[in-house]
């Protein structure tokens, strides 16, 4: 394809840059481009300086070094239009990583009815994108199309997803400054690599009409009381004998704080881990429950997570410590006797419902555990019990779950928007026999269901050591929410 050279001014920045005589550069995938040496970049740069030599004359000396690094050349004086010097200075824009963003959004935070041509990336920058930024060395650009108020540049990636996304930024820092933002993205169409670039004003973050630390504490004081009130059975029976025998919720208080702590141990797990990460959460809004007490905390994601590692240790952070926390406390209310010497009696067929509890139950007791026999065990298994569920809930791997989060980052986008859907139809169906399952589908299709907010870069997979951490997250899930199949006679395997 034939090309010529031209050097164009534009305000105080000079731009060489290449001028097809076609407008769009034909799509091309073939192997030989793709092996394009990168001297060609090295060529390409000294030929742009060489013609911009000949055009201005010896009078006009060109920085060589400065032109083959960033095709650019930037006057050390702005100017205006008159001649005349300003000293207007570019407004300092917020590190990305600092800029909250409603988590969901097709791009972060961006509200396509807000956008106006203002705000959107010109032509001539889009060229510059297209022309300097990206290359042969990092993404080879076949094909743009418009995105939000940004574009959308199809082609072929070069080399490491994590490396050339480091390369484009510095790139992109080095012309632009910040104005705009680079995500490097899984086309969900064909399953190839593409790069967005959005103004980073369309990342801003979204209001709510209710503090956020209001709204919170007002869903805290809830579950504190659903909480207690899941501990008194004789509360439970008639919900409004409660208020002239509000003594009774002391009796609650154990088991309360029981459960609490493991969504304590949760949700300081999430926030830990996450401050380690460079990862701002949001104020936890705890989701308060008649059956189990609390189905645990629905919790945002404010900024932009940079790739799908950080996602993953995050998002398995709370469930592996609550699940810990949780065992622990299981296996000692198997082992130590009831305070009182009485505990709570339960028929055994209740250890069928968890097939890790069931196991659990089976191993320790033994042969006192049998079919129709009300077996006496320590409150503190029912407590603990009330925590596995909790984190297993949250571990399911659908939407914004934890779950969803972590079968996102294990797997990608499209294989989570699968496992949502599937997730969301079983539960549909369990519901039929179950109202907790009900209540949780209501609560995952309307509050939880996604998508995720894109991330900086989505490409990379995730450290082993961290995929099997995540794998143990949904194994463990499913251990608790699934139920034990064997019975429980003197005849049945005693091993979990």
């Not at 632009?176 to 369309?202: C, H, M, S, W």
Request: hydrophobic share 45%.
């Amino acid at each position: 394809m034939d090309t010529t050279v031209g050097t164009v001014f534009r305000g105080n920045v000079k731009v060489i840059c290449r001028v097809s005589e076609t407008e769009t550069e034909p799509e091309s995938n073939n192997d030989e481009e793709r092996k394009l040496p990168e001297e060609k970049d090295e060529l390409l740069s000294s030929d742009l300086v060489s013609a911009n030599n000949s055009e201005q004359g010896s009078s006009q000396p060109v920085d060589n070094d400065e032109s083959a690094e960033l095709g650019i050349l930037k006057s050390e004086s702005p100017v205006n239009d008159n001649g005349a010097e300003t000293n207007d200075v570019q407004p300092k824009i917020e590190d990305v990583n600092d800029i909250q963003v409603a988590s969901g959004s097709p791009l972060p935070g961006v509200k396509p009815q807000q956008l106006d041509e203002s705000i959107r990336i010109p032509k001539e920058t889009i060229e510059i994108l297209r022309d300097q930024v990206f290359g042969f060395d990092t993404f080879f650009v076949t094909s743009q199309e418009p995105y939000e108020a940004g574009v959308l540049f199809k082609g072929n990636l070069r080399g490491q997803a994590a490396r050339s996304y480091e390369k484009i930024t510095k790139r992109m820092e080095g012309i632009f400054g910040d104005q705009y933002k680079l995500f490097l993205l899984i086309n969900p169409e064909d399953d190839k690599p593409v790069a967005v670039v959005v103004p980073r004003k369309t990342l801003q973050p979204e209001t709510t009409a209710v503090p956020e630390w209001f709204a919170a504490g007002a869903f805290g004081l809830v579950t504190i009381f659903t909480l207690l009130l899941r501990n008194v059975p004789a509360l439970q029976a008639n919900i409004l004998s409660i208020f002239y025998n509000i003594d009774l919720l002391e009796n609650g208080l154990p088991g309360a704080l029981v459960t609490a702590l493991v969504l304590a141990v949760h949700e300081i797990s999430h926030a830990l881990v996450a401050k380690e990460n460079g990862i701002k959460l949001g104020v936890p809004y705890f989701v308060p429950s008649w059956q189990i007490g609390s189905f645990g905390a629905i919790t945002r994601i404010v900024n932009i997570v940079p790739k799908r590692e950080d996602l993953l240790k995050v998002a398995a952070a709370g469930p592996l410590a609550g699940f810990s926390l949780g065992i622990v406390l299981l296996l000692l209310g198997f082992i130590l006797p009831p305070a009182d010497g009485l505990g709570v009696i339960v028929d055994a067929s209740v250890f069928h419902e968890s097939f890790l509890a069931g196991g659990i139950a089976k191993l320790l007791l033994g042969d006192a555990l049998k079919e129709g026999t009300p077996v006496s065990v320590n409150p503190l298994v029912i407590w603990a019990w009330a925590g596995l569920l909790i984190n297993a809930i949250n571990s399911i791997p659908a939407g914004e779950l934890d779950g969803g989060r972590i079968s996102f980052s294990l797997w990608g986008r499209k294989a989570s928007a699968r496992l949502t859907g599937a997730c969301i139809v079983l539960l549909g169906l369990a519901s039929l026999f179950n109202d907790v399952a009900f209540y949780w589908v209501v609560l995952i299709f309307f509050l939880q269901r996604g998508p995720i907010a894109p991330l900086s870069e989505e490409i990379t997979d995730p450290d082993n050591k961290y995929i099997a951490l995540g794998v143990v997250v949904l194994l463990l899930g499913l251990l608790v929410c699934l139920p034990y199949p064997f019975p429980f006679t003197a005849d049945a395997v005693t091993s979990f």
